[in-house]
């Protein structure tokens, strides 16, 4: 019997030594704490997992969680934490700590799970458990929150935990009645060093100029990619005075020396816009709008320098005025007030014979006065609304040509309609409707339309003449287009600037200027529209010396009246 036992000891003892040789494989070791005196057991593994560790601070629970970080009760907290009840099975539990031996060394990263069981009152009485060592995950974990905050290419913070931390500044600074500066730092030309030398050596220059700006902050202040070419800083505790100092700062920084890349040094400069808050700013956007919106205006005036936002009453005001229009036009545009007028173009030589009226565009206001279109369109171009307008001018001419057959109207199209898809889907499905309507039809683009993109324009004649319109280029001579271009686009008209027309016969250069303009058009078989026509001097130069057309106020200005209506139906066809 005495033989037996002493096997079964021996049996069990080496099981507790493989069990404990496996844990210590696994980076594992088992634990018994007694609650009622602290007392902590670790198996033998114990002292390999927390190699550091001196063993006193192993020998109880307070001893032990002197050394856990972030919160030192952690482990008490999970024993105590909910309304759970042991019913003799135990109550499971699983945490995880840091756990450093010294202030110098690295943290010890470990998860624990175990089960307390509880004495006769209920509470917790003794616990068992296992610990592990839990480094690579814990790293995994780390660098998974640092892709999740940092931006890829600088290792700073991203757009949106940059403005998360601006949105914690802002409210400290107004708890504690504190000021900041936030500054968007943009790298100038970045789009040239991206077609000169290609997008990683531009990556390599956005990774300097932060690593740069990086080396000049104080202790505190945050630095963020806040999009493409753009950095944000939050300097806190910062001054009006102090921004300047600082802007100069970062500016010399960066200008100061070239930026070594692998395809060789490249100099660059930086443009600043900041502004002070909460002096300067209500909230975190006004905060964000209003270091943009300097920012572009440095860069307007001038690159590689700084600038910070400043109350303007004069731009507040403008912008109360532009936010009161807009809603004038859209409710304009909504309520059916946006109308035409008619301006007469004839021969110059028989000025009985009206050739086509240009639409001009009008706008009826509630009280009933009407803007005419000098009044609207600078403005509705300025605002984003001219596409608006256009397209309901296109429904109205196209609505006039149907309603009388006899008539030849022409429409201006700006800029910015000039290439949108919206325009160019009405403008073709209307003159598919009622071809007979593009006959009748000439659009008229400014001298700037055509000399921006000369491809872009000879695809927008192209696409309107295949459909029977006929082109006018407006304003020209404004622009300077050479004869060269405006053969190659095609068009049917040439309207003359009436800056030049207007003093035609007190102005020898204008004279000149105008006369030359005729005479190449009629070489290159193109008609001629003279604007601003005053006076019968100018009107008699001007058809001596071959112009087709002529338009004006010794014509007659524009009136929201059909001319046509009254018996004057009879349209002379233009164009040879």
């Known amino acids: 019997m005495r033989r037996i036992f002493t096997d079964v000891v021996s049996n069990t003892h080496t099981v507790e030594q493989q069990a404990a040789a496996i844990l210590t494989s696994l980076d594992q070791a088992a634990f018994v704490w007694d609650l009622a005196t602290d007392q902590l057991v670790w198996t033998d593994c114990g002292a390999t997992v927390f190699r550091d560790v001196p063993a006193l601070a192993l020998g109880s629970g307070a001893a032990f969680a002197q050394l856990i970080e972030p919160t030192r009760s952690i482990r008490t907290d999970a024993l105590s934490s909910g309304a759970r009840v042991d019913r003799g099975e135990g109550v499971a539990y699983r945490i995880e700590y840091g756990v450093r031996a010294e202030t110098s060394a690295a943290i010890t990263w470990i998860e624990e799970s175990g089960r307390w069981f509880a004495g006769p009152d209920g509470k917790p009485a003794y616990v068992q458990g296992i610990v592990r060592v839990d480094n690579e995950r814990h790293a995994r974990e780390e660098q998974l929150l640092k892709l999740a905050q940092n931006d890829p290419l600088t290792g700073e913070l991203n757009r949106s935990h940059l403005v998360a931390s601006l949105a914690e500044t802002f409210e400290e600074a107004l708890r504690f009645r504190l000021s900041f500066a936030f500054m968007v730092v943009a790298i100038d030309h970045l789009s040239r060093i991206n077609d000169s030398f290609g997008f990683d050596v531009a990556d390599e220059v956005i990774c300097e100029v932060a690593r740069r700006l990086r080396a000049r902050l104080r202790g505190g202040d945050v630095l963020g990619r806040f999009s493409g070419n753009k950095l944000g800083l939050i300097l806190k505790n910062c001054s009006v005075e102090d921004m300047q100092v600082a802007a100069e700062r970062f500016l010399a920084g960066i200008r100061g020396e070239v930026v070594p890349t692998s395809s060789g040094p490249v100099a660059v400069t930086v443009s600043i816009g900041a ?45 109360k005025l532009n936010i009161r229009v807009t809603d004038e036009i859209v409710t304009a545009l909504n309520e059916r007030r946006i109308m035409m007028a008619f301006e007469p173009v004839v021969s110059s030589k028989a000025r009985d014979q009206v050739a086509f009226y240009e639409a001009l565009v009008r706008m009826k206001q509630e009280d009933g006065q009407v803007l005419l279109a000098p009044d ?16 309901r001018i296109l429904e109205l001419v196209v609505a006039e040509l149907l309603a009388a057959p006899n008539v030849r109207l022409s429409l201006n199209v700006s800029p910015g309609t000039a290439a949108d898809p919206d325009w160019w889907s009405s403008i073709e499905s209307l003159l598919r409707t009622h071809p007979e309507v593009a006959q009748r039809l000439i659009v008229e683009i400014t001298e700037t339309v055509a000399i921006q993109d000369l491809d872009d324009a000879r695809g927008f004649v192209s696409r309107l003449k295949n459909f029977g319109c006929r082109i006018a280029i407006d304003d020209f001579g404004a622009g300077y287009t050479s004869f060269r271009n405006l053969r190659k686009l095609g068009v049917d008209i040439v309207k003359i600037d009436g800056a030049f027309v207007q003093n035609l016969a007190h102005s020898g250069d204008d004279r000149a200027f105008v006369q030359t303009l005729l005479d190449l058009a009629r070489r290159l078989g193109i008609e001629t529209v003279a604007e601003w026509v005053q006076d019968e001097e100018s009107a008699r130069l001007l058809s001596s010396w071959g112009c087709d057309y002529i338009q004006g106020r010794l014509i007659g200005l524009a009136t929201s009246a059909r001319p046509w209506v009254d018996g004057d139906a009879a349209q002379p066809a233009i164009g040879r």
Request: no cysteine; hydrophobic share 40%.
């Open 275 to 319: 502004v002070n808050a909460p002096r300067f700013a209500r909230n975190v956007d006004d905060v964000i709008n209003r270091a943009q919106e300097t920012l572009e205006l440095t860069r307007s005036r001038r690159a590689g320098s700084f600038a910070m936002w400043q109350p303007n009453l004069e731009r507040d005001e403008q912008r």
């Open 376 to 391: 609207i369109v600078p403005v509705a171009e300025k605002l984003g609304l001219i596409r608006l307008v256009d397209h």
